[in-house]
């Protein structure tokens, strides 16, 4: 009767042992629908399970053990300095294996320190097999998952996954972009843990058991654009995970399409038109790509505004190297999909050529010649001009690679046609450039080539070439001419300069004699 009559008495906690005890640290949502931790009057673990799901034994006695000495911090997150494992789901009916999968996932909750390597080892190792089992209980799921466990899954997975970036100093490498292949991609320590709960996301989403009508309550705008934001991690490992989640949450929750489409055009509009800082651009154009490809057609006019306001300004930025060869993609889909846009894309590299990046020249002549190949003759017609005048410039630019790789276009049988068909239009703008590096390229192999290209104008059509060649020679002997004026007019100043100087007589600058000194 006494010991009934003391117990009710309120205790006082000790705070002091409290703040001495190691802790362990969980990021997870407070509010939870079920399978909450808190802590009772009594100071144990209390645990809210939908309405028909008993506890299982072993768990009741799981969590009347651990929590001892339990502490709530401000957040309302349980810290316990015991984290023991829960019993496996074979030990378990089949009708208390999902509440024993909603403790577990509560359990997941809890997230480690991994910059210390040394420390909560067996809890971040029994953290990793409980993971594991979750990762196995989902894939082998024989039933549809209810409401309330992807609730508790889908905010465990927040609390693990979503967090903030410290981005590590690069010496302005990012602005060059060439040099950072050649760097150590960074690795999150905290992997071990990372890599499984992705797995775990990416096996839900996939998972036949998942009903999209329920799922999307969860899988909402706000956890989409968490999981679109961690694509800017440094760990290319997550990336490539990532990649594949997002794409499969595409393709099971359609009503979110449009939204995540939108999300997407504005992180490329922030680093496009603000940071050109981002390491994900490539993973995001190759999801794009394939999003691209299942386009109906005809395209609406919201994807031919994502082309022009996207995915060309896309060529701007410096580090263009690190994502080409998916935008590049991007692009040609479109162009294949929609002959009509080739003129589009076409101007839109011209817009953004390079002017002193040799480099990015390259990579705009390899695009350039993956669009001409899926051009038809009348949208070719429309951009030729322009066009030609630039590749004109890359003929005769002194960087060998650039001068090389215009010249490589009359390898590809599709362009050549091209610019047969329309030679009377192409030839007087591009045989200037090739006469000039036949006579003083200083690279044998782009002279080579130049004199090939030569000969199969020459070849095609031999009034033309002569027409064209007279043309440039009459060309050459005009400028040569005003050139001659140029020099003799200004060797007639410097002589009268001379003798000006010489009899110290002013010099008339526009028929006026100069400011003497004294009335300055």
Not at 320 to 339: G, N
Not at 461 to 472: N, R
Not at 483 to 492: D, L
Not at 499 to 505: G, I, L, P, V
Request: glycine share 2%; net charge neutral.
């Amino acid at each position: 009767m006494l010991r009934q009559i003391l117990n009710k008495l309120p205790r006082k906690s000790s705070s002091k042992n409290a703040e001495n005890r190691d802790t362990l640290y969980s990021n997870a949502p407070t509010n939870s629908r079920s399978s909450d931790l808190g802590t009772s009057k009594s100071g144990n673990l209390t645990t809210s399970l939908p309405p028909g799901n008993s506890v299982p034994d072993a768990v009741k006695s799981y969590s009347n053990k651990n929590v001892r000495g339990a502490n709530l911090k401000p957040n309302g997150f349980v810290l316990s300095s015991s984290y023991e494992a829960l019993p496996g789901f074979r030990d378990v009916p089949n009708a208390e294996k999902q509440s024993l999968f909603i403790k577990k996932v509560s359990l997941c909750c809890v997230v480690f320190d991994f910059t210390d390597p040394t420390k909560h080892l067996k809890e971040k190792e029994i953290k990793r097999q409980t993971l594991l089992e979750l990762v196995d209980y989902v894939t082998k799921a024989n039933g549809k998952f209810s409401e309330a466990l992807m609730q508790e899954l889908v905010k465990m997975v927040s609390a693990n996954l979503f967090r903030a970036f410290t981005p590590q100093p690069r010496e302005n490498k990012v602005a060059d972009g060439f040099d950072l292949e050649e760097e150590e991609p960074s690795m999150d320590p905290a992997w071990p843990h990372l890599q499984v709960v992705h797995e775990l996301l990416l096996r839900f989403v996939a998972s036949p058991e998942t009903d999209a009508k329920l799922a999307k309550r969860y899988i909402d705008h706000s956890f989409i654009l968490k999981l679109l934001d961690l694509f800017d991690s440094e760990d290319p490992r997550e990336r490539e995970y990532l990649k594949t989640i997002l794409h499969r949450v595409y393709g099971k929750f359609m009503v979110h399409r449009p939204f995540i489409r939108k999300a997407i055009n504005n992180i490329f509009y922030r680093f496009i038109f603000e940071t050109e800082k981002h390491n994900g651009i490539s993973e995001l154009l190759e999801i794009l790509g394939s999003i691209i490809n299942g386009f109906a057609l005809p395209l609406k006019e919201e994807h031919k505004l994502f082309l022009v306001r996207a995915l060309i300004p896309l060529h701007k930025p410096k580090c263009l190297a690190m994502y080409h060869q998916q935008l590049s993609y991007c692009i040609t889909q479109f162009v294949e999909k929609d002959c009509k846009l080739a003129d589009t894309v076409i101007r839109g590299l011209l817009k953004y050529w390079p002017i002193t990046n040799s480099s990015k020249e390259v990579l705009f002549l390899s695009e350039l010649e993956e669009v001409l190949e899926a051009t038809q003759p009348s949208e070719f017609q429309r951009c030729m001009v322009p066009l030609f005048r630039q590749i004109a410039h890359c003929l005769n630019s002194s960087h060998f690679q650039v001068a090389e790789r215009a010249l490589f276009l009359w390898n590809n049988d599709h362009i050549e046609n091209l610019i047969r068909q329309n030679r009377k239009v192409i030839l007087p703008i591009i045989l200037p450039a090739l006469e000039k590096n036949a006579e003083n390229h200083w690279n044998q192999a782009v002279h080579s080539l130049t004199l090939n290209v030569r000969k199969i104008f020459n070849e095609l059509d031999p009034e033309l070439f002569k027409e064209c060649l007279l043309q440039f020679q009459e060309d050459e002997s005009k400028e040569g001419e005003v050139a001659a004026r140029r020099e003799s007019t200004w060797k007639r100043l410097e002589e009268v300069a001379a003798k000006k100087a010489a009899s110290n007589e002013p010099v008339l600058v526009f028929g006026k004699a100069p400011p003497s000194t004294t009335s300055l």
